[in-house]
């Protein structure tokens, strides 16, 4: 963060990058985001940002919310806290963002269209309803996706910043 700084970089929730994404605003910008709803998020990357005047978005798993990485059991992976409620809306009120991430983070092209928008669209639902605020943007779990899941995103949820994650991932 120092060195973004350093070189004349503002750091920015996906929620602020947006007018520059879109042309609207022109600056030396860097998106800043965070997978899953750790809590180190919030106990470790939220005080660096702040002493950079950083803003980030963080991606929740929305039934998973004071759980831990459920969906890394399988692979061995270490379980680590997920944000409880409480660290969530702290986040928030520190100016951080949150977007959605699935109700339970599963791999959403192995599941079937129907089951894949009820991950989707639950989940921003969900996360609206109990921190009260638009959730604009979608992180595909595990960073994978396919033609028929993007196109749940961009049409029930009417969220174009999808394609700008598809262009980076996808060039």
Known sequence: MWMLKFLGYKGLS?????????GVKKGKVVGITFDDGYQNNLTN???????????????VVSDRIG???LWDLHNNITQRPLMTEDDIQ??????????????THTDLTKISAKQAQIE???CKESLEKKFKLSVDDFCYPFGYYNDQ????VKDVLNIVLVQVYRLILNP
């Open 45 to 59: 990357a939220a005080k660096v940002l702040i002493q950079f005047n950083f803003t980030a978005t963080c991606y």
């Open 149 to 152: 899941v993007c196109k749940i």
């Open 67 to 69: 759980e831990s990485n």
């Open 120 to 122: 989707i669209v639950d």
């Open 14 to 22: 996906m929620k602020a990058l947006k007018p520059y994404l879109d």
């Open 90 to 103: 702290e986040w928030i009120s520190l100016g951080m963002d949150i977007g959605a991430h699935s109700l």
